[in-house]
């Protein structure tokens, strides 16, 4: 079976592909050499893809992680089926940020942005996970050292790094405000609106413009239903979980409640 078979029936952009692609090509490696081999960065709609694809493979074993529990973007890595997995090298490590000044806080975008324009690529870093005294950021080991030599700015502000091993990941802490709010329909371009603050026309616009994602699935229609427990996410705003429907009125709009993070 070709490569371009294999991913029939999954709604996949070019470069999405092209991640499947290459895991399929490492597999193949794995499979004929019996040696271990590990993507790049993947997000969860990638990972579940990923997951599906490889059962073909009966003769290796694989296994998904980001550095902790709860990671959204992991590595996957495959291995011979007579491999002991526990005793595996796992090629990752944390880079550490800290001695900020006094009530600063680095945000997301600041970070990957300053990794990015050193000429990296986003598939070799996984989470952030900002804290209020340090920030850590997971990458695959062949870049910590580069990081840790290059990576002296971001946004404003100088900073400091240390490289430390995965297993010193400190716990994420989430930070969100929740939502109530009263919509007519649970279609996507409602539920952006509500959770984005924004008119439905504007968000109905950048859904069909390919900005918005549903579980990470690109998603440009905007009648798409979404459901409790949906990840939404939208470029340039960030991202929010529809939480529950809280009940219907007499006028058969919905309540429902949104959790938004900040």
Known sequence: MHREDVVLGFPLNDSQKIDIFNL??????????????FSNFLDPYLVSIAKRVLEPYHDINYKALGGYEGAERQIIILYPDYFNKDQIDIPLRVLNIKDLPNGITLNHREILGSI?????????????????????????????DFLDLNLSRIGKY????????????????????????????LRLDSICAAGFNESRTK???????????????????????????????????????????????????????IKKSI
Request: hydrophobic residues 40%.
């Open 203 to 257: 968000s109905a616009s950048n859904i069909k413009s390919g900005k918005v994602k549903v579980n990470y699935m690109p998603i440009d229609s905007v009648s798409y239903m979404v459901n409790e427990g949906d990840l939404i996410s939208y470029m340039g705003k960030g991202r929010i979980f529809f939480q529950e429907i809280l009940g219907k009125t007499k006028k058969d709009r919905y309540n429902v409640l």
């Open 158 to 185: 100088r900073v400091k790094t240390s490289i430390t091993d995965i297993d010193n990941v400190l716990p994420k802490k989430d930070n969100f405000k929740m939502i109530k709010a009263n919509i007519k329909s």
């Open 116 to 144: 990015l324009g050193l000429g990296l690529k986003r598939d070799k870093v996984g989470d952030i996970i900002i804290n209020e005294n340090i920030t850590q950021i997971i990458v695959l080991e062949e870049i910590a």
């Open 24 to 37: 399929l090509d490492k597999a193949n490696i794995t499979s004929k050499k019996k040696i271990i081999r």
